[in-house]
């Protein structure tokens, strides 16, 4: 369905013609097996906690979900209106695979799941994120985590 | 979603990435990415489908243990449940509204009576799904319908999010709006595609109808973030916007 060919033309167009970053180079972290890994989620999907500061067009900062917030508390508030909301309206595994994740570490597929996770609002430049998300992997490492699962929206 | 990666990965954190547009994929180049042939705003395929989800944390988590890099980009072999066309049922919202109150009433006091009618589907819908998108503004939903319908006026009503640039409370209304209404109309279980969920808000209710007039009447307004916000990320895409 997210094949280009699916899209509108207008949603195609604008698709191909969004600003992207681009790199010199691809940087590659290793680690242990997956079994010893602790998982972080961070979403673009522009979540946040029932009554917590909203997001706003060209926001660049991140909001953090603990790990055992109530799934009813998690709000989207994402300022696109082109996807699909009524996957996560439904359930918030489908963009916000809390409880996927515990269940795998319950069954010792990973090793643990992290205390918390973040979320930032994906229509956004990248480039302004930048400062944000290096500053959250000082967060992230600092609760151990070892490995990060980044959902889009 | 992937220049994250290549910023976290700079940082020492390795990462894995789900991708739903695979040529920013190919363009950005992440570490790691799964790319999935999944509807824009369902990055693990479906919603109530655990193992398949697991499905795909599994293929997206795999990666981490590849030794091919840099630069791993895979696809998932599968599309997500229930994403086919003939898998549709042709969903009908289940509500019956009653006939519109007169025109001169206008489109405000038409979706007041809408929210009404759903009152007992968006009910059910908490009793079923045991949570609510709706909140966003923080307003009670009558509340976030007046407000929004005020932008029909010359001077809107006073912005009631303090904290808020009005622009942004009105999206934020409008974001309760669009949710309650999903939420009632999908009340029951059953099967439904979400155009056919957004082809009925736009096309077959009254708020749909408040909502255009909004957006009509507030691209002149002097409010710049108001404009931008009617104009570019009010009406989807699918719907002409």
């Known amino acids: ?153 | 979603m992937s220049a994250l990666a290549h910023y976290f990965e700079e940082e020492g954190l390795a990462t894995t990435a789900i991708a739903l547009v695979r040529e920013h994929a190919e363009k950005i180049r992440p570490p790691r990415a799964l790319w999935v042939p999944f509807e824009l705003g369902r990055p693990l395929g479906a919603p109530d489908e655990p193992e398949f989800q697991k499905r795909v944390l599994r293929a997206a988590l795999a990666l981490l243990e590849s030794s091919t890099g840099p630069v791993v980009l895979e696809d998932f072999p599968d599309d997500a449940p229930g994403a086919k066309a003939e898998d549709m049922t042709g969903w009908v919202c289940p509500v019956s509204f009653a006939p519109p109150p007169a025109e001169d009433q206008g489109p405000a006091t038409a979706t007041l009576q809408e929210i009404a009618e759903l009152s007992p589907w968006y009910q059910l819908s908490l009793d079923r799904r045991k949570r609510t998108m709706v909140g966003v503004s923080g307003l009670e939903i009558d509340d976030a319908t007046r407000f929004v319908a005020s932008f029909l006026d010359e001077t809107p009503a006073e912005n009631p999010m303090p904290d808020r640039p009005a622009a942004f409370a009105f999206k934020d209304a409008f974001t309760d709006i669009l949710a309650y209404y999903s939420e009632a109309g999908t009340a029951q279980p059953g099967t439904r595609s979400s155009q056919e969920v957004q082809d009925w808000f736009w096309q077959q209710t009254a708020a749909g109808k408040l909502m255009l007039a909004v957006q009509e009447a507030a691209r002149n307004s002097a409010d710049a973030d108001l404009r931008i916000f009617v104009e570019k990320t009010m009406l989807p895409k699918t719907q002409g916007g």
């Open chain 1, 1 to 153: 369905m997210a094949r280009m060919e699916d899209l509108v033309e207008s949603e195609q167009a604008h698709l191909r013609h969004l600003p992207l970053p681009s790199f010199e180079s691809t940087p590659w972290i290793g680690g242990p097996a997956l079994s010893e890994r602790r998982v972080a989620i961070v979403t673009t999907a522009g979540l946040s906690l029932r009554g917590e500061k909203l997001f706003t067009r060209g926001s660049a900062d991140y909001r953090v979900i603990p790990g055992d917030a109530d799934t009813g508390d998690v709000l989207m508030n994402h300022v696109s209106v082109n996807f699909d909301r009524t996957g996560f309206q439904d359930d918030v595994n489908v963009v916000y695979p809390i409880e996927r994740l515990k269940e795998m570490a319950a069954a010792g597929e990973i090793g643990s799941v992290a205390d918390f996770h973040y979320s930032f609002m994906g229509a956004t430049d990248t480039g302004e994120m930048e400062s944000s998300a290096r500053e959250l992997a000082g967060m992230l490492k600092e609760d151990q985590v070892n490995a990060v699962i980044l959902t889009p929206v």
